[in-house]
């Protein structure tokens, strides 16, 4: 389950806002990526954003170029999922592998407001908003186990261990 308050953003959010494109080839940590998550888009982000709390979009978000810091600064932030009326797909899969879950949810995106507390059942495929139910289809199977493992590489790694 995913518990947290709502950011809602528009259209075409794209990774040089989500991750500014000034900071694409300096060596750094998650832990310091986060500082600059939609820093150029909402400067209050990287500094309110609280663990589970959930980025609501329009379309296409994550379109831009295919850099892997807008999924990782996310998550490095603590953000719980992204919802949007549709992605990217190089964002949504980079999203996915690095342990964020990316929901197509438009009626959803419509209906949340920012500052709203909205829960996420992952497994039953339903997101929840002032006690109405927004369904989407269930993720795979594959796909949830790549989100609770982390990630794709620590999902690997967890597989390759178990073969050894």
Not at 33 to 55: Q, T, Y
């Amino acid at each position: 389950m995913i518990r947290g308050r709502a950011w809602k953003y528009g259209d075409d959010v794209n990774t040089d806002v989500i991750f500014p494109g000034r900071y694409t080839y300096a060596r750094m940590e998650p832990e310091e990526m986060a500082k600059h998550a939609l820093e150029d888009l909402d400067p209050s982000f990287a500094k309110e954003v609280r663990p589970g709390d959930v980025i609501v979009a329009g379309r296409n978000f994550g379109c831009g170029s295919s850099r892997e810091q807008a999924a990782t600064c996310l998550v490095a932030c603590g953000v719980g999922a992204i919802v949007a009326k549709s992605f990217a797909r190089i964002f949504f899969r980079n999203a996915i592998n690095s342990g964020l879950p990316a929901l197509e949810i438009p009626q959803a995106v419509d209906a949340i407001e920012a500052g709203d507390e909205v829960t996420i059942d992952l497994r039953r495929g339903v997101l929840i908003h002032k006690d109405v139910e927004y369904e989407f289809p269930p993720l795979p199977k594959t796909v949830l186990a790549i989100l609770e493992d982390g990630g794709l590489i620590p999902h690997l790694k967890k597989a390759l261990s178990r073969e050894a």
